[in-house]
């Protein structure tokens, strides 16, 4: 038992003088770490949405048929909105045997499709007819729709440049609390977060209704608000 432990220590001092080693080797040049975070305040443009199509049967051919037909349906209603076809997609087509447990036995019970169907909306305006319409479809379920803005990558580019100014401030300002100045950036690295998100559920929105006319019928439209774009970054200059 004892060559073991004595491998075992040995090891174990081995590991923990390689460790120091590359510790007092990142630390050789003075240097100070810092984040930086930017928020940019947006009024969204876009809305995303995502609904799924599921029907169950008997007969598998007679699902697939049926269930084409609901799909037909579901696009030809979208195209009507005037949505461009360019920004419908499907995807996760997909049939397969269905099941229920009848005292405590799986038996199965028919077939079902599926496919989910998603799309995006540049008027707002669209939104109460496509939330009411979908809500008339049989086998039609709305998983959910968000808030984004068309030109998202622009703006995570801005707002990325004003969190590395928030950095490099930050950093002069702690630098010359000490009588220090803060040179060139030896590591940048962007921290993958939620802070580092764009869009927003409808679900935390109001929906203003307007003046409607003498029969009740209101036309209803999204109040959108303001979504967040938020970005942090960690950087390291070097200190003299």
Same mark, same amino acid.
């Given at each position: 038992m004892k060559p073991i432990t004595t491998i075992t220590i040995a090891a174990v001092l081995s590991f923990t003088t390689s460790s120091l080693i590359a510790q007092q080797s990142e630390i050789s040049q003075p240097h100070i770490t810092v984040y930086g975070t930017a928020v940019s305040q947006v009024t969204p443009d876009t809305l995303r949405?995502?609904?799924?199509?599921?029907? *169950?049967?008997? /007969? +598998?051919?007679?699902?697939a048929?049926?269930?084409t037909r609901i799909v037909g349906d579901v696009l030809t209603f979208i195209k009507d909105i005037e949505?461009?076809?360019?920004?419908?997609?499907?995807?996760?087509?997909?049939?397969?045997?269905?099941?229920?447990?009848?005292?405590?036995?799986?038996?199965?019970d028919g077939f079902f499709a599926t496919t989910g169907i998603s799309f995006?909306?540049?008027?707002?305006? *669209?939104?109460? /007819? +496509?939330?009411?319409?979908?809500?008339?479809m049989k086998y039609v379920s709305v998983d959910g729709v968000s808030l984004d803005v068309s030109n998202r990558i622009e703006l995570q580019d801005e707002t990325r440049i004003k969190a590395l100014k928030a950095a490099k401030r930050k950093a002069e300002a702690m630098a010359a609390a000490l009588d220090g100045t803060v040179g060139a950036p030896i590591a940048i690295v962007e921290i993958q977060s939620p802070?580092?998100?764009w869009e927003s559920s409808v679900s935390n929105t109001m929906v203003e209704v307007g003046s409607g006319t003498a029969d009740g019928s209101a036309q209803a439209t999204l109040a959108p608000g303001r979504i967040a774009i938020k970005v942090r970054v960690k950087v390291t200059f070097s200190l003299h």
């Open positions: 949405w995502s609904i799924t199509v599921r029907n *169950k049967g008997e /007969d +598998l051919e007679a699902v048929r049926e269930h949505i461009d076809s360019d920004d419908i997609q499907t995807a996760d087509m997909r049939f397969d045997e269905d099941y229920r447990w009848v005292d405590r036995e799986r038996v199965r995006k909306v540049l008027d707002f305006r *669209k939104y109460r /007819d +496509l939330w009411i319409g979908l809500a008339k802070l580092n998100s």
